[in-house]
């Protein structure tokens, strides 16, 4: 095939049954499971066992799975050191790619199985605990570090929601949000073969560490096309500032052909299903508080008005993007740590796709149109004008 596809869009770039969508009727479901019943039903590590193992843990199975992720939250004070020694400014998701490669220095799992790693789903296992609980760690250490105070040591008797809220706020976590937290990682957790997930499948393919494959989806993920939009989100609420600005800003950015910050996406002709049960989460928040919450969800709601009226024909609608971030700054959380957040929950996506890959591994080695020119002759640089 030598036909130029920009983008890839719509190439199938592997064989998968981890994640599902239909952009047309508006479903995301992970191994079967639709997200509307996860979101409802189960927890963040249950649907992180799920999507790494393939099915719903047994009770005995997910019991472990929590204790073994607890035990292992703590980092080694050198990873702190490190951290200390990056500049103040640097951005949450710099840092976390960095962080995550240096976890390959310190602990089992960098230098790759021994034999076939497809086959050695113990080492797979453990190394995917391994860095699905230390990267909430990493995340809010960094909160107090860039700020110049000692971190939170992390706690065993916390889920991975509250126990990332109590490390980020020392204070008891409150169970209602952190609930709602650990929704909003369910649902960032997979999403098929999107650019992230296809950068892990390509650094995958090639046996790296399992550190640097992650680390590769981080940085994937930091771009304000992907992941890190949801920062650019509550940036857009804030300069618009009132519901009734929503409207001549959404004219004015169609009119300019500027991008709607999460609206619109690849695979969706309809309402992000993830939008749909961010917007509830967020309405359960406003009643829980009895309704003592900051004004971006109501200017969220009348740019949504305003954008799905004059877009929604085109099947542009809001993406999850739209709601995260509104619902991340009511817990009181910096919005550059936003798409941190977004990796520390997509890490579970990522890896079960890791594992996946290293089952039918063959090294991505695509094809490229060549439109250069040829035969051209080398002129001695003292005869170039």
Not at 244 to 265: L, P, R, S, T, V
Not at 320 to 327: H, N, Q, R
Request: contains cysteine; aromatic residues 8%.
């Amino acid at each position: 095939m030598n036909e130029y596809v920009p983008g890839l869009e719509g190439v199938p770039a592997t064989k998968s049954n981890i994640s599902f969508i239909d952009g047309e009727k508006g479903i995301l479901a992970y191994r079967g499971y639709a997200i509307e019943t996860l979101a409802e039903r189960s927890t963040f590590e249950e649907t992180a066992l799920l999507l790494l193992d393939g099915n719903l843990p047994t009770r005995a199975a997910l019991k472990e799975f929590d204790r073994d992720m607890r035990a292992r939250r703590r980092v080694k004070f050198r990873i702190r050191e490190l951290m200390r020694a990056l500049p103040p400014n640097a951005h949450p998701m710099d840092m976390l790619q960095s962080m995550v490669n240096c976890l390959g220095m310190y602990y089992p799992g960098a230098e790759g199985p021994a034999g076939d790693a497809a086959a050695d789903l113990a080492y797979v296992h453990d190394v995917s605990v391994s860095i699905l609980a230390r990267m909430p760690t990493l995340v809010a250490m960094w909160e107090h570090i860039r700020n110049g105070y000692d971190p939170i040591e992390p706690r065993t008797d916390l889920t991975t929601a509250e126990n990332f809220l109590w490390m980020l706020t020392g204070e008891e976590p409150d169970r209602y949000i952190a609930r709602i937290l650990d929704i909003c990682l369910i649902l960032h957790a997979e999403h098929t073969i999107n650019a992230s997930t296809f950068a892990v499948l390509v650094a995958g393919s090639t046996l790296a560490s399992p550190y640097s494959v992650i680390a590769s989806g981080i940085a994937t993920l930091s771009g304000p096309l992907h992941g890190g939009a949801n920062q650019a989100v509550v940036k857009m609420l804030e300069e618009i500032g009132s519901p009734d600005k929503a409207e001549a800003y959404i004219d004015a950015q169609i009119k300019q052909k500027k991008k709607i910050w999460g609206f619109g996406h690849r695979e969706y002709n309809v309402k992000d299903p993830r939008a749909v049960i961010l917007e509830h989460l967020m309405r359960k928040m406003i009643e829980y508080r009895e309704g003592r919450v900051g004004p971006l969800f109501e200017i969220a709601q009348a740019v949504e008005r305003a954008a799905t009226e004059r877009l929604g024909p085109k099947g542009v609608y809001p993406n999850v993007d739209f709601y995260s971030g509104v619902l991340y700054r009511e817990m009181g959380i910096a919005p550059d740590q936003f798409t941190s957040i977004f990796a520390i929950a997509r890490a579970a996506g990522w890896l079960a796709h890791w594992k996946e890959q290293l089952g039918q591994n063959r090294i991505f080695r695509p094809t490229q149109v060549y439109t250069g020119e040829l035969n051209r002759q080398y002129i001695p640089i003292e005869q170039r004008g």
